[in-house]
């Protein structure tokens, strides 16, 4: 009997690390992505242990991802009514957890994961953006952009903000403008922090702007100034060289503390808005279902990607041990498993988010200042406590996986 076929939609982080895993299980995946090549777009993500935990189940993959794990957290003030550093902590999360927080280039990330699944043997279509999806009784007919189609026995869409399977299933939702952009970069590491064996993550904050930025390697640094202004396109792309070299020449590039070293040397620089998608109540429909970014909205990032990843494999093996084609009543029981499970969760990560993105962004002198004494005194123990509980059993008790 031919292995049951699963359409992956999207080909960006969820879609091949899924893959790997389904094709583990004995699933047959195919993987279909809208860009001609893997994308050069984006600058880089800050694994956490849960995520690296998840990547860790696939044989030799972590082996394979250029990455530089943070050994140092630090949050500076850049106010000069209130200019310093506010705190300073060195990472425990490595010695407790097995995985601290691991930045990496996104691009080189990307490529790491769609070559690991074609060494699995895995397809992987590019040129192919899903238009539409067609359900029939134990099978569904995705159709692309190009006027081809294919059928499996069941569809994830993974792909991503832009997600044309969500589309399918529940009709276009205009994104929100947040009031919010993001300018960053990748740039070597600054002066402040070389010949100290340092790797940071830090926070810089000033009036009306945030800064953060994290090694992604042994010699550069990605980061990223959020600051309110007008909106921009919802698209990831290189500034024109006029832009990139007013920005530089700007007043970031004043920033104290290692902050305008990073805007006066990036190698490239990239502006896009931050929006918000309307909340999902379920994921899917009839034999689709959607994970990652596409079900839910991105403040929870990456790493909660991987938790849905680890989570529907969990569930596909307890309701179909066999990996033969599921009923569509089997996939009702796993995605609403999924949803039960997941939609909580990622809910209120992303209220967390939300909030955190109000504090760093503030105006004026005092609100600052009321900012800084919050940066201060809110990572207290029962804080530190609570993320690495949250951390060591998220998605599964350490030592405990059942992928």
């Not at 992956?8 to 583990?24: C, S």
């Not at 769609?114 to 007919?141: K, M, N, W, Y």
């Not at 980061?223 to 921009?232: C, D, G, H, P």
């Amino acid at each position: 009997m031919a292995a049951t076929k699963v359409i992956i939609a999207g080909g960006g982080i969820a879609g091949p690390v899924l893959a790997m895993f389904l094709k583990a299980k004995g699933y047959e995946p195919v993987i279909y992505e809208r860009t001609d090549a893997p994308t050069d777009m984006g600058l880089s993500l800050a694994l956490q242990p849960n995520g690296l935990r998840v990547l860790e189940l696939i044989p030799g993959l972590l082996d394979k991802i250029v990455r530089c794990r943070v050994d140092e957290m630090i949050s500076y003030s850049a106010l000069p009514e209130d200019e310093g550093e506010l705190t300073r902590s060195r990472s425990q999360l490595a010695e407790v957890l097995g995985h601290g927080i691991e930045g990496t280039r996104r691009p080189v990330f990307l490529r790491s994961l769609i070559e690991g699944a074609q060494e699995r043997g895995i397809p992987v279509h590019f040129s192919h953006q899903v238009v539409d999806v067609e359900q029939h009784g134990d099978s569904v007919t995705v159709r692309f952009a190009d006027g081809t189609t294919d059928e499996g026995s069941f569809v994830v869409g993974c792909d991503g903000l832009h997600s044309n399977t969500r589309v399918s299933l529940f009709g276009k939702q205009e994104a929100i403008f947040t009031g919010l952009t993001q300018t960053g970069g990748i740039s070597p590491i600054p002066e402040i922090y070389t010949g100290s064996d340092l790797h940071p993550f830090f926070n810089i904050y000033g009036d009306g702007v945030h800064m953060i930025g994290y090694t992604i390697n042994e010699t550069q640094i990605s980061w990223a100034i959020t600051q309110r202004e007008a909106e921009e396109k919802e698209t990831w792309r290189d500034m024109d060289e006029a832009r990139q070299k007013e920005f530089k020449e700007g007043p970031f590039s004043k920033l104290p503390f290692g902050g305008g070293e990073l805007v006066r040397t990036a190698d490239k620089i990239i502006k896009y808005g931050l929006y918000d998608r309307p909340e999902l109540q379920s994921w899917h429909k009839g034999r689709v279902v959607l994970i990652g970014d596409a079900a839910h909205p991105t403040s929870p990032g990456a790493n909660q990607a991987l938790e849905d990843i680890y989570h529907l494999v969990r569930l596909l093996a307890k309701h179909n041990p066999s990996a033969a084609p599921p009923s569509t009543a089997t996939l009702e029981s796993v995605f609403t498993e999924l949803e039960q499970l997941r939609i909580p969760r990622t809910s209120e990560l992303v209220k967390k988010a939300r909030k955190m993105g109000d504090i760093r962004v503030v105006s004026g002198v005092e609100a600052c200042k009321q900012r800084n004494e919050l940066v201060r005194t809110m990572f207290t123990s029962e804080v530190a406590k609570a993320m690495f509980e949250d951390l060591r059993k998220n998605p599964f008790e350490l030592g405990k996986s059942e992928s």
